[in-house]
């Protein structure tokens, strides 16, 4: 009976503190910052381990067929890191189209023209399990990001522009370590 006494003191207190002033309610409402120490220990019980994050910026550049490459060829990132990738079209003209898709070893011109085949509802990238990653098409002047894990095994992987024809120029080297 206590109990059903004490629930009932705490509804009304509950409910004419509700109807006093604004000081009251913040008079009552203070003891819920103890949520941040709740939500500390809660914290505290969870896996802190952080991802090692390598960070590229990778960036599309020329106007003509002929002057279009990536600024770099090779690319270097550890087994199983994240790898956060900044691709920046600074491509003017409409068909600067390009993405930057990361294929298994030897295997990025048969991507790229699987890709250009899936065409534009597919963003030019072919569902294939030669696909490691691919970024979104970035239109002239556009930045796009992608995030994946780097492959586990070692090895010389492969990057490449699937808009069509361009994989001839807009190729590289994912070096993992």
Known sequence: MKIKRHIHYLLVASVVAACGTDTDKVAL???IEITDTTAAVITADQDTTLQQVTEITLKAIGNTVDEMVYDQDTLDVRVNTMVKLTLINEG???PMIHNVVFTHPDKY??????GAEAGAPGNYVPESEDVIAASPLALPGQTVELEFTAPSEPGAYNFVCTYPNHWRR???VLMVK
């Open 170 to 172: 807009m190729n590289g």
């Open 92 to 94: 003017t003209e409409p």
């Open 29 to 31: 409402e203070a003891p």
């Open 109 to 114: 011109k048969l991507v790229a023209l699987a």
